[in-house]
């Protein structure tokens, strides 16, 4: 699969690749391009658009990219779940859920965003470890 959103990413636009890495697709390909040329390279390239206004897996009813990608895959892990609600309120205002994580992912998403890397995709290969650890702090807080 072949997934496109807004160049520069932050919060959604790590989660969701990340997310469809570890559950949907861990061959999934990613593009980054200007906010303008989302659709048409989309058209395109035949890529999935995300992040993006007016798309499927856009913001809905209050709720970010991630949480549409959890609901349309019917991801039913209950740390998914919890991870969602931290980026969530990271990215989204106002924030639905109150998480007290969801301001140092923030922070750190926006870290990420002024340490000079090359690209996206460099942002990615170095910010999937911040959604690893963060998976795992949410399945040790979701275990009976």
């Not at 998914?80 to 998480?99: E, F, K, T």
Request: net charge negative; proline share 7%; glycine share 8%.
């Amino acid at each position: 699969m072949r997934w496109i959103t807004r160049e520069r990413v932050k919060v959604d636009r790590v989660a969701c690749p990340w997310l469809i890495r570890k559950f949907i697709d861990p061959e999934a390909e990613f593009i980054f391009v200007p906010a303008a040329e989302v659709l048409a390279v989309a058209e395109r390239e035949g890529a999935i658009p995300f992040d993006v206004p007016g798309v499927e897996f856009g913001h809905h009813g209050g709720r970010c990219s991630f949480e549409a990608i959890v609901e349309k895959y019917g991801i039913e892990d209950p740390a998914v779940a919890l991870l969602a609600q931290i980026v969530h309120g990271a990215d989204v205002s106002p924030d639905l859920y109150g998480r007290p994580e969801a301001p140092g992912l923030k922070a750190v998403a926006e870290g990420f965003r002024h340490l000079g890397l090359a690209n996206d995709h460099e942002v990615l290969e170095r910010e999937f470890i911040v959604y690893d650890a963060l998976y795992a702090y949410c399945r040790m807080a979701v275990l009976p």
